[in-house]
């Protein structure tokens, strides 16, 4: 039985971001919410995983999700993770395979653990 606490956020949603909440939902996660640049990408993605939403911005999944991935591209991931006030209690992690945890230290400053 799967973690019913763990709300998972997906802040990115093109092809590792919709893969991933897919594969997620398949398991058995509960992925909550999901923001992308074009919202008609997050919502079409949402509409198809029970108890999941689309957000207007990354900061919505950030309020509600703890757990939260950043899929976008490794160009990006350091802008959003210091865009967001991130709380105690998530966990931040960014899915390129190019650089370190180090893009999460705004993440982890504001008090959330991070991981790659």
């Not at 591209?73 to 650089?99: M, N, P, R, Y």
């Amino acid at each position: 039985m799967k973690n019913i606490s763990l709300k998972i956020g997906i802040i990115g949603v093109g092809t590792v971001g919709s893969t991933l909440a897919q594969a997620l939902t398949k398991s058995g996660y509960c992925v909550t919410a999901l923001d992308s640049r074009s919202f008609d990408s997050s919502s079409k993605l949402a509409s198809s995983i029970d108890g999941c939403h689309a957000c207007c911005t990354p900061q919505q999944v950030c309020d509600v999700a703890n757990f939260i991935f950043i899929t976008t591209g490794d160009d990006t991931i350091k802008e959003v993770t210091d865009s967001l006030k991130w709380h105690q209690g998530q966990f931040a992690v960014h899915c390129s395979g190019a650089d370190t945890s180090r893009l999460l230290t705004k993440a982890v400053t504001d008090g959330a653990q991070s991981g790659v």
